[in-house]
């Protein structure tokens, strides 16, 4: 009953925000809500009040699109895809899309990447995995995300795990650390499951947590390269361990500390494990942690909103440990289906006041370039052995290892994968890739030889509105609007003006477009 009565106070609530609202800006912008309000948009709201601040928008239909598919999938809508959104009635047409996107092959590949610079999956030094773990690592987590392994399982499987590191992949999480020590290891811990830097901890309490790690031992086999992770077996003595709760454990000298740890970690009553979590999915989906940096949680870097961080908290408990439920609360709520057009100064609520703008990935922007171009990018690493080369038509987002690179990932800020820490992935613009998009040979020709843009030019039969039109939903996902075609069809008038000639200048300036090299 009081669900039912909080439900109602909300849509009336919106109802009187939405009639308040400045006029809709085309074509980004909706005039009206059809996604009902959720438990997110209520905590959001009295974030917003407690500030002064008022909503955006709702995001148009040609915005929602691009959007939803860049951060569930990380790859651009297809151009039938789009218009088939966009001629679908249906009030329920996001959500229907949201499902739709789970079952995907790329949202496996692409929270695979997300995770795997978490989790420092790399070849080379310092983590020194070395190819065949990586491949046996990278399968296991795809495998995990693709079939919606519950992250209590997940984090289990990972901090428990004893074997070959080619045979039983969970291993390589310890494996994956530049310092192997039991202080190594409980920092890596901290940083990837609690959310939490280890070295702000007292000194105490960092001992007490490598307490839990004391035990890890490597071996070496006959196989080269391989590795054992296991429990030594000389370590006979009782562990006396502190929680980072304050509870003391007692472990017996013929068992697993880390199994202790692991079940405290996943506990439903534990203060770290949900919440880092949740706030690590906020901070991807919608641009800017609830806490931020999300692997920050302290004391003296509190929440935005207390009461949305604990409601997601409590959800993902609720539907055990389901990372799916949570997104679908994320992006089924109206905050993250606002508009990105700001008209405040920022303040801290107003992280909610409207989507945040950021840059595309690395991966996902090459992959957008090699879509358009039609011609994969080229990958390998014949250092270490055993070389690595990678298919043409594997999309980088799919990329396993993050020792190989190129300059174009390097130079859009790729993940170096060294430390697991959200800021070493740096989406900020430099001059140099602004250059590069403006002035380089390899855009040159991707654009020029592109099969796709050779297709518009024979669908369009040569007129100029055709092209603007199908240049336009290919790039953007959305149509031009009269002011963008007016000047387009102003420029293709120029004389000696080709077809050809106004589509490769309309998709360069287009590609070097904040509107493409964002969302938004």
């Known amino acids: 009953m009081y669900h039912r009565w ?65 951060d569930l999938i990380g790859t651009m809508p297809k151009p039938d895809e789009v218009e088939e959104f966009l001629k679908n009635p249906r009030p329920d047409k996001r959500a229907a899309l949201i499902e739709s996107l789970f079952t995907r092959d790329e949202y496996a590949d692409y929270w695979s990447m997300k995770w795997c610079d978490i989790l420092r999956v790399k070849s080379e030094f310092p983590i020194n995995l070395w190819p065949n773990a990586v491949q046996a690592y990278h399968q296991w987590i ?19 795990s004893s074997g070959s590191n080619f045979r039983v992949p969970p291993v390589n999480f310890y494996r994956a650390v530049p310092n192997r020590a039991p202080d190594g290891l409980a920092a890596a811990t901290a940083l990837t499951f609690m959310g939490t830097r280890l070295d702000t901890w007292p000194p105490a309490k960092r001992e007490a947590m490598a307490a839990f790690f004391s035990k890890v031992a490597y071996k070496k086999t006959g196989e080269w390269k391989e590795e054992i992770v296991y429990l030594n077996p000389a370590m006979t003595e009782p562990v006396k361990a502190l929680l980072p709760d304050g509870t003391t454990a007692m472990i017996p000298g013929n068992a697993d500390p880390r199994e202790t740890f692991a079940n405290w970690l996943i506990s439903p009553k534990n203060p770290w494990f949900a919440r880092a979590i949740v706030n690590r999915q906020w901070a991807w989906t919608m641009g800017h942690g609830i806490i931020h940096e999300p692997d920050d949680l302290r004391a003296a870097n509190p929440p935005v909103s207390p009461q949305l961080l604990a409601y997601l908290e409590a959800e993902l408990v609720r539907a055990r440990y389901d990372l799916r439920h949570t997104y679908r609360l994320i992006l089924n709520s109206r905050t993250y289906q606002q508009s990105s057009i700001t008209q405040d100064d920022e303040k801290p609520a107003l992280r909610f006041a409207h989507y945040t703008v950021r840059r595309l990935e690395a991966e996902v922007l090459i992959d957008a370039l090699c879509w358009i171009g039609g011609q994969g990018e080229s990958y390998s690493s014949p250092i270490p052995e055993p070389f690595t080369f990678i298919p043409k038509g594997q999309r980088t987002i799919a990329l396993a290892d993050g020792s190989i690179t190129s300059s174009f990932l390097a130079m859009f800020g790729r993940s170096s994968r060294d430390t ?5 992935r740096n989406n900020q613009p430099s001059d140099t890739q602004r250059l590069y998009l403006l ?24 007129n100029s509105q055709e092209v603007a039109r199908n240049i336009y939903l290919t790039l953007l996902s959305r149509y031009p609007t009269p002011q963008e075609l007016l000047v387009l069809q102003q420029y293709a008038k120029k004389p000696d003006m080709q077809p050809q000639s106004v589509l490769v ?16």
């Open 6 to 70: 909080l439900m109602t106070v909300i849509l009336l609530l919106f109802a009187t925000i939405c009639a308040l609202a400045a006029p809709p800006v085309k074509p980004y912008e909706a005039e009206t809500w059809t996604t009902p309000p959720n438990g997110v948009d209520a905590h959001v709201d009295a974030a917003l009040k407690a500030q002064g601040a008022t909503w955006r928008n709702p995001c148009s239909d040609e915005v929602f699109i691009r959007r939803v598919h860049l």
């Open 142 to 160: 795809r495998a995990a995300l693709r079939d919606n392994m519950p992250y209590d399982q997940f984090a289990r499987a990972l901090l428990t």
């Open 420 to 424: 697991g820490l959200a800021t070493e």
């Open 439 to 462: 002035n380089s040979n390899d855009i040159q020709q991707r654009i020029t030889r592109s099969p796709l843009l050779r297709d518009i030019i024979r669908k369009s039969k040569g």
């Open 505 to 520: 200048d309309t998709t360069w300036a287009l590609i070097n477009s904040k509107e493409f090299l964002y969302r938004h």
